[in-house]
């Protein structure tokens, strides 16, 4: 009898989630297709462009598209330059004894 009881209760709960699931859906889709539908061509573009060049409103916490590939490009050089004034053994990881020789690079194979 309590095998029926807890059937019919759990049949119940998963009905239960399953209209307020389909409540929601419904409800942040409805809201989805108003937000795109106002949304146009040219704010598209301006959005796009303002995160590649910037414009006077954006945000200064977070730098654009072109600011940020010219940060890393100027750390490429600088880690380029700072490698290059080393010698090739400098780099070689073959003397520590925490790496097993097969981990190791430089390794001839």
């Known amino acids: 009898m309590s095998d029926t009881i807890d059937k019919k209760q759990t049949l119940l709960l998963m009905q239960m989630r399953e209209i307020l699931g ?3 859906s419904f409800v942040r889709g409805r809201q989805y297709t108003e937000t ?9 573009l301006d959005a796009a462009i303002d995160k590649i060049s910037g414009t006077a409103g954006i945000n200064p916490n977070r730098g654009t598209l072109l600011d940020r590939i010219k940060k890393i490009k100027s750390e490429i050089l600088q880690a380029v330059t700072t490698i290059k004034k ?11 004894d ?12």
């Open 86 to 96: 080393q010698p090739s053994d400098f780099w070689s990881l073959s003397g520590d």
């Open 36 to 44: 795109i539908s106002n949304l146009t061509y040219e704010e598209l």
């Open 22 to 24: 389909n409540s929601y």
């Open 98 to 109: 925490r790496i097993q020789l097969e981990d190791a690079q430089n390794t001839e194979e």
